[in-house]
């Protein structure tokens, strides 16, 4: 039996969810979730590296084979959007120091893949996220979104292959 795992990303300069979850034939198994923190008012830089270091050690511990982001999306504010772009890069930019391939998912495909409904707010994905893999409780919303991204890839994996979806 083929096992992949999968990374889901769901970038935040302050509050990074992680999620690895693993195919096992037609089961999805939750590995691991959580948040990577930053603290307000440190350099962007030293955030940047942080981000970079924290998903570095879940990487070597958890082992994906592939990762999932949230594609690019409209943003009001110029500045969220910037630091954003920034925390974005520097996590891709690790996945691709490990040499793993990175997809990318716009926010309305990750919610119509997880809730079947493209405009679901967090609360319910968090409990769709909570019901498919059989967690006891929910995850954290920005946990909740890394998995949510993470079982987008395995539901799309197939059409990998026809181009479907392309790595960034």
């Known amino acids: 039996m083929i096992h992949t795992r999968i990374l889901g990303i769901d970038t935040s300069l ?15 198994i939750p590995i691991y979730y959580g948040v990577i923190k930053t603290k307000s008012g440190h ?6 590296l942080h981000l970079q270091s924290e998903l570095e050690k879940v990487i070597i511990e958890h082992q994906p ?24 890069g520097a996590l891709i930019a690790e996945c691709a120091k490990k040499g793993l391939s990175v997809y990318e998912y716009e926010p309305r495909k990750v919610k119509m893949a997880v809730a ?12 769709m996220v909570k019901t498919l893999l059989h967690l006891e409780k929910k995850p954290p919303h920005d946990a909740a ?20 979806i392309k790595p960034i």
């Open 43 to 48: 350099p962007l830089s030293d955030s940047l």
């Open 145 to 164: 979104d890394a998995l949510a991204l993470a079982i987008t890839h395995l539901h799309n994996s197939t059409s990998i292959r026809l181009n479907a």
């Open 14 to 28: 302050r509050s990074t969810g992680v999620g690895i979850v693993e195919s096992q034939g037609s089961k999805m």
């Open 116 to 127: 079947g409904y493209g405009a679901a707010k967090k609360e319910q994905m968090q409990e």
């Open 65 to 88: 084979q592939v990762v999932a982001v949230e594609g690019i999306f409209f943003a009001r504010n110029v500045k969220t959007a910037m630091l954003l772009s920034h925390a974005r």
